[in-house]
């Protein structure tokens, strides 16, 4: 069964910094690519950030290029999200969930499931 569990949510003022970690079961984390994804309320989740399942390729979007780091850690099953200069607009619930590449070449996620995610709230 594929579990993923998120945490290091918070509060924290506008500029400042947290970091995200998604710690997953199952024994399949190796195989596949991640990503970290934020869902605002009332919306869609979005990805804001991939990496390749060896770490070695990453991608941002754009509003989070420069600010957040994505990284693994294949020995201890865990993804991370470095965020740094956080801003309001950050606000959002984070999750985390493998991903594979679609027909059309774009990431979707590779299961069903979500984890809990992880509510990050930036505010002065």
């Known amino acids: 069964q594929v579990q993923l569990v998120e945490s290091g949510g918070g509060s924290v003022q506008p500029g400042g910094s947290l970091r995200l970690s998604c710690a997953a079961s199952?024994?399949?984390?190796?195989?596949?690519?991640m990503g970290w994804y934020r869902q605002y309320a009332g919306k869609q989740r979005e990805l804001v950030a991939s990496?390749?399942?060896?770490?070695?390729?990453?991608n941002y979007a754009d509003s989070v290029k420069g600010r957040f780091t994505i990284s693994r850690d294949n020995a201890k099953n865990t993804l991370y999200l470095e965020m740094n200069s956080l801003k309001p607009e950050d606000t959002a619930v984070y999750y985390c969930?493998?991903?594979?590449?679609?027909?059309?070449?774009?990431?979707?996620?590779?299961?069903?499931?979500w984890g809990q995610g992880t509510q990050v709230t930036v505010s002065s």
């Open positions: 969930n493998y991903i594979r590449r679609n027909i059309n070449g774009n990431y979707e996620i590779a299961f069903g499931s």
């Open positions: 199952g024994g399949i984390f190796s195989f596949y690519a």
């Open positions: 990496i390749t399942n060896s770490g070695r390729s990453t």
